[in-house]
């Protein structure tokens, strides 16, 4: 009977996935795994290191090397593949089929793809933990990709082709609201002041640079060599081997400097905003006892994923609806969690979450988050898995927790234990 109603937990609604069944309990043959884990570098849009790389190469090196670290995991023997992603047709399910036919993994392994928005890769991820919970496989590769240099964001609706309902509707037109006015709407209605949305972007920039000049993000990069295409149209190689976007001199003064970007005496500037970035990240995640028989390593597990909606037009606060459930799914509280990676979408949204949660300074983004780094939409939630894990096993620590908003009013959040 415990195990039936362990099962029917797995198909109670798509919102939550509460893989320890309420309470973080004992290692359990059950339980969802991570096994590796592979990034690489983002790098800013139609300027950056892989400005001229299209996302299946991305995907492609990060594919390779995950199983790489597998103890070189046979590739025809993982059971699916999901990839988030936002900007391509169809959620670049034809290019991510083509990423893993390059990567060496037979056409005997399905894949599909997922576009949720900000937070795509980690609902790729959660998506193959519950296949992997509820029995349907024993291993599989969660994981994002964008490319918002070869695509753009600006296109991915086309008010023409709507229908006029929607402009009728309170709520269906809220959904076209750009997201820069989402972020003033959460400034002006829960007070966050210039000031504190500016400090947040001096701390990111800053905690990236530390993390960077420490080589703490040595093992989170995979490390390749692309061809990038000049201003005078010169093909050269190029090895992508570091995030581009941090910018280590950023300081109050300088922000101060300038102009709201999305409407007259807006607090929401370019400087702390998120950046437009390119980049790939993938989990390989296996039933601990497939783990074990395998002699695969084991990172860590995942506890419970979490998404919960709000309103479009404030979409930013989704951490702060979306966070608690999932820790409730744990047993645990926020004290419970060493790690926060909490995306900084817009530097007004992420400071309503932290502030709101309670969630301590110290334990935030250590390595800087999306206004540092950057937040290419279809990655970010695999990327922030691989540096939480990174970074857990850097201080020693155990309990990490991923979240962020997503457009049209949404949060997700996930849970994660390292072992």
């Known amino acids: 009977m415990n195990r039936l109603s362990q099962i029917n937990t797995q198909f109670q609604g798509e919102s939550t996935s509460n893989f320890q069944y309420g309470k973080v309990g004992p290692k359990s043959d059950d339980d969802v795994v991570i096994v590796s884990v592979a990034r690489t570098a983002m790098t800013k849009a139609k300027k950056g290191l892989q400005k001229n790389t299209a996302p299946e190469i991305m995907l492609k090196h990060v594919l390779v090397d995950v199983l790489k670290k597998a103890n070189n995991f046979d590739a025809a023997k993982v059971e699916e593949i999901c990839i988030g992603n936002v900007l391509q047709p169809g959620a670049g399910f034809g290019t991510s089929r083509m990423a893993q036919f390059m990567a060496g993994i037979p056409h005997t392994v399905p894949l599909f793809s997922v576009n949720r928005l900000c937070s795509s890769g980690l609902q790729a991820t959660s998506t193959i933990a519950s296949q992997i919970k509820s029995g349907q496989i024993e291993c599989g590769i969660g994981g994002g990709v964008e490319s918002m240099s070869l695509y753009d964001m600006n296109n991915m609706i086309s008010p023409d082709t709507l229908a006029d309902q929607v402009f009728e509707h309170d709520e269906a037109q809220k959904c076209l609201m750009g997201m820069g006015q989402t972020s003033d709407n959460v400034a002006e209605k829960f007070n966050i002041s210039r000031q504190k949305q500016d400090q947040m972007a001096v701390e990111s920039h800053a905690k990236a640079s530390a993390a960077e000049k420490a080589g703490w993000k040595a093992d989170e990069i995979t490390v390749y060599k692309t061809m990038i295409t000049d201003k005078e149209g010169n093909e050269k190689e190029i090895l992508v081997n570091r995030d581009d976007g941090v910018r280590p001199q ?45 002699n695969l390593p084991i990172m860590g597990r995942m506890l419970s994923f979490a998404s919960a909606g709000v309103p479009p037009e404030i979409m930013g606060i989704g951490p702060v609806a979306a966070i608690p459930k999932a820790l409730k799914l744990t047993g645990m509280t926020v004290k419970d969690v060493d790690v926060w990676e909490v995306n900084e979408a817009f530097g007004s949204q992420a400071t309503y979450s932290v502030e709101t949660l309670k969630i301590p300074k110290e334990k935030l983004n250590r390595r800087g988050g999306a206004i540092a780094l950057g937040h290419p939409l279809g990655m970010t939630g695999a990327r922030m898995i691989v540096t939480l894990f990174s970074e857990l096993k850097r201080t020693n620590e155990k309990f990490g927790v991923v979240s962020m908003c997503i457009g049209m009013g949404m949060g997700a959040a996930g849970v994660f234990e390292r072992e």
């Open 250 to 294: 950023t300081t109050m003064e300088s922000l101060g400097k300038l102009k709201g970007a999305f409407k007259k005496g807006g607090s929401t500037t370019a400087g702390n905003s998120s950046q437009v970035t390119d980049g790939a990240a993938v989990i390989f995640m296996a039933k601990r006892s497939f783990a074990i028989k395998n």
